[in-house]
């Protein structure tokens, strides 16, 4: 049924407006008492829990940061059968993001151009909103950003502001330093620059988890720089990776494509470079840290594959509006009969 709708009705919406359409509904679902109902339904099989970031995951699927910049639905999505949520990117604080429209979808490629700015309503209504949260099994991590005109000179006391702020209701952090859409936040990759952000955040952190996530754009030998002052920094995890601005490889046309502009593109374009970051990672890196990956999932197959090369965790964002809201329980339920096939053969 889904299909249908999103073919013929959410399809012909505005990106941003389909979004909080889908996002009203997830709200209702995060009602006690219809959460009940739906989780019979969309709840994981034991045999996913999986132990990471010395959390308990219910699933090791979860949802990337964009999709609940607010912290609103949470509840909804535990409802639907996310292990866990990335919540944001959030900022010290509130900003609207970047002007209107700034989502664009490419559905021939299966993906998503956005440019929406980590428009969010600030830290402190972040906090306020996810301590008012029924559900007690979802895992709920948040990404950090700076503020727009915050100097980048000056980025530091924005993510150490953000973590002090909502290190009660974090179960992890991500520093993000790695969007497209917020200008020069990329060079905060740099060594000499990512360094400080990353010593000082942690300290902010105090006892949650904290992560970084980087660009699918670096080099490999930029990603080997970040990955060993990571491991150099005891940081929990690294998260590969955000959106890139390529647009190499696309079905959508050249003109469509341009005529959207700038932005970030995530979704199918996005897998194996997705996948190449993350092996890279996992060869490099300790077997005790955490590699959460992101791009380009779509399937439990998917899901498997990324487990295989070395991730501990796997998120998804951009198919979730393709697919629908039994999304999640379509990747827990042929995960579930991928891993026992694979214990029968």
Request: glycine share 10%; hydrophobic share 40%.
């Amino acid at each position: 049924m889904y299909p249908l709708l999103f073919r013929y009705v959410l399809s012909k919406l505005d990106p941003e407006h389909a979004h909080a359409l889908a996002g009203f509904v997830i709200k209702i679902l995060g009602r006690p008492i219809l959460t009940s109902v739906v989780r019979r339904m969309t709840f994981a099989d034991e045999s996913l829990r999986t132990r990471a970031l010395g959390l308990e995951f219910p699933s090791p699927f979860g949802l990337a940061a964009g999709f609940d910049k607010h912290g609103i639905y949470v509840d909804g999505l535990e409802a639907l059968g996310f292990g866990h949520v990335e919540v944001g990117t959030v900022t010290p604080k509130a900003q609207p993001g970047n002007p209107k429209p700034r989502l664009y979808r490419l559905i021939l490629d299966k993906g998503l151009i956005n440019r929406m700015g980590f428009n969010n309503e600030g830290a402190r209504a972040m906090a306020n909103k996810l301590r008012r949260c029924q559900s007690g099994r979802i895992i709920i991590g948040v990404n950090l950003g700076k503020n727009k005109n915050t100097p980048a000179e000056e980025a530091v006391n924005d993510y150490v502001s953000a973590a002090s702020t909502l290190r009660e209701v974090a179960e992890y952090f991500v520093v993000n330093v790695s969007s497209p859409n917020t200008p020069g936040l990329r060079k905060l990759q740099a060594i000499e620059s990512l360094e400080p952000i990353l010593k000082e955040t942690k300290v902010a952190a105090g006892r949650v988890p904290l992560l970084v996530k980087i660009s699918p754009d670096l080099s490999d030998e930029e990603i080997l720089g970040i990955a060993d002052l990571a491991v150099r920094l005891e940081l929990d995890g690294i998260i590969a990776t955000n959106t890139t601005i390529s647009r190499e490889g696309l079905t959508t046309s050249a003109r469509v494509v341009e005529a959207y502009g700038a932005g970030g593109l995530s979704g199918a374009p996005l897998a194996s470079r997705a996948l190449e970051v993350l092996k890279l990672l996992r060869s490099h890196v300790p077997e005790s840290m955490t590699l959460i990956s992101v791009g380009g999932v779509r399937t439990a197959e998917d899901v498997l594959e990324r487990l295989d090369a070395g991730a501990t965790l796997v998120q998804g964002y951009t198919e979730f509006l393709y697919s629908g809201p039994l999304w999640a329980r379509k990747i827990n339920r042929g995960l579930e009969k991928l891993l026992r096939e694979r214990q029968a053969a």
